[in-house]
C-alpha cells in the first residue's frame, strides 16, 4: 500500500477523563488522575491508582447482550471505541462491517475471588481439604459457563465489535505497552494486504483488582515517591485509514503513522546491555521507516517503564540515538497523571499526540515490557 497511513478519528477513557476533549484538557492544565482510593467497583482496594470513570451500559446505548458480562473493559473498550469510530465519520462511510479491522492491545480483565467460592466449598473434603474427585463431581457444577469467557482478555474486542457492528480481521496482543504498537502495526499490515479497508487499533489497560494481574508495592506515603509505579485503568483507540480512502469519502485527518519499530532486548543474549540497545534498536527502525533522521523528531513520549532500570535504560538509548539533547518536551509526565497502563500506555500517548500543538509536527512514542520488548511509533501531524 503506496498510500500514507492516516488517523481519522481517535477515542479516550482514562483517569484524566471519559473522552478525548474531558482528558486533553486535564492533561494540559497538568491534573493528576492518581488518587488514594479505600475501595473501587465494590472491593476494597486501599492504594494509590489511577482508576477510570465509571461508564454504565446504558450510557452506551449497547444493544441487549453487549455488555452482560460486566467487563469494565468492554466498557472502557466500547466507548472509547465508539467516540474514535463517529470522530472518523465511521457510521456515515461506505465501508462495510466486514471491511473494516480491529486490533487491540489487552491488559489483564482480573478476576473475583467470590467466582469461585461456591465451587470450592464443594470441593472440601470431610476434612476440610480441596478433593479434587468432589470438585469435577460438584464443584465444577457450581462454576458459570460464561465465567471462563469474561476472563479472557479479548472478550472485550468481541463485544466492542458486536456494538459498532464491526466483522473484518481483529486480533488481541498482550498484555504490556509494547502490545498497543503491535495492534497499530498488525492494523496497517491489514489495509496494506487489502484485507481492511480501514481499522480500529490501540490498547485497554489491566483492570486494577485487588486480585488482579497488577502485582505493586503497597504505597502509602503521600505523596506516592514513584507515581508511575501505580497502576492504572484506560483505553485509546485510532481509527487508520489510507489517505486516498479518507480523502474519497471526504474524511479529514490530523496525523499520519509513518513508522514502527520493534526489538527485544533479554540477558543472556550476549550484548552488554540488552534493554538500552533493545530501545536503541526500535527507535532507530521507526526512523528508518519513517524515512526520517533524528533531528527531524521535535517530541519524544518516552516509555517511562515503572522500574527505576527500565527509566535509566531507556534514557541511555534517548542519547544515544539523539545525543545530549533529546527532543523530550516540557509536558507533565503522562504516566504521572494516569498511572501505568500497560497494554493502553502507548495508545493513550497516540491519542494526546494528535492534538498537540503544531510546532510538535513529528512524534516519536516508545512503548515498553517487562520482558524486555521495545517498541516505537512515529507519528507526523498532517492536515487533510
Known amino acids: 500500500m503506496k498510500d500514507a497511513v492516516v488517523v481519522t478519528g481517535a477515542g479516550l477513557v482514562c483517569a484524566l477523563g471519559s473522552d478525548l476533549d474531558e482528558a486533553w484538557r486535564a492533561f494540559r492544565s497538568g491534573r493528576s488522575g492518581v488518587r488514594f482510593v479505600e475501595a473501587l467497583r465494590d472491593r476494597p482496594l486501599k492504594r494509590w491508582a489511577a482508576p477510570a470513570p465509571e461508564t454504565a451500559a446504558e450510557e452506551l446505548e449497547a444493544p441487549d447482550g453487549a455488555n452482560r458480562l460486566g467487563n469494565p473493559q468492554a466498557m472502557w473498550l466500547t466507548r472509547a471505541a465508539r467516540e474514535a469510530y463517529l470522530r472518523a465519520g465511521l457510521d456515515r462511510a461506505a465501508i462495510a462491517g466486514e471491511e473494516t479491522g480491529l486490533f487491540m492491545g489487552m491488559g489483564s480483565p482480573g478476576w473475583e475471588a467470590e467466582d469461585m467460592a461456591a465451587a470450592v466449598t464443594q470441593s472440601l473434603d470431610d476434612r476440610g481439604r480441596v478433593d479434587s474427585h468432589r470438585f469435577f463431581r460438584r464443584g465444577l457444577r457450581e462454576i458459570s459457563p460464561l465465567w471462563l469467557l469474561g476472563r479472557l482478555n479479548n472478550m472485550a474486542l ?4 458486536i456494538h459498532l457492528g464491526i466483522k473484518g480481521e481483529n486480533g488481541v496482543f498482550a498484555p504490556h505497552a509494547d502490545a498497543g504498537v503491535l495492534a497499530v502495526l498488525q492494523g496497517i499490515r491489514a489495509m496494506e494486504a487489502g484485507r481492511a479497508a480501514a481499522v480500529l487499533a490501540g490498547g485497554v489497560s489491566s483492570v486494577i483488582h485487588p486480585n488482579g494481574s497488577w502485582i505493586f508495592e503497597a504505597i502509602q506515603e503521600d ?3 514513584n507515581p508511575s509505579s501505580i497502576p492504572g485503568e484506560g483505553c485509546g483507540v485510532l481509527v487508520l485509514e489510507p489517505s486516498s480512502s479518507a480523502r474519497k469519502r471526504g474524511a479529514s485527518f490530523h496525523a ?6 520493534f526489538a527485544f532486548g533479554a540477558h543472556g543474549e550476549g ?9 536503541t534498536r526500535a527507535m532507530g527502525e521507526a526512523l528508518d521507516r519513517a524515512g526520517l533522521d533524528p533531528g527531524d523528531i521535535d517530541l519524544v513520549l518516552p516509555h517511562a517503564e515503572p522500574a527505576t532500570e527500565g ?3 531507556e534514557a541511555q538509548a534517548l542519547e544515544e540515538v539523539f545525543g545530549k539533547k533529546s527532543p523530550l518536551a516540557n509536558f507533565p509526565s503522562l504516566t504521572k497523571l494516569t498511572g501505568n497502563l500497560s497494554a493502553a500506555a502507548a495508545a493513550v500517548k497516540a491519542v494526546l499526540a494528535t492534538r498537540m500543538e503544531r510546532r510538535y509536527r513529528r512524534i516519536l512514542i516508545n512503548a515498553g515490557s517487562p520482558s524486555g520488548a521495545c517498541a516505537s511509533l512515529v507519528l507526523e501531524k498532517r492536515e487533510s
Open 223 to 225: 505523596p506516592p515517591p
Open 311 to 313: 527509566d535509566v535504560r
Open 256 to 261: 499520519v503513522v509513518s513508522g514502527c519499530g
Open 158 to 161: 468481541c463485544q466492542t465489535a
Open 271 to 279: 550484548e552488554r546491555d540488552p534493554r538500552r540497545q533493545a530501545f
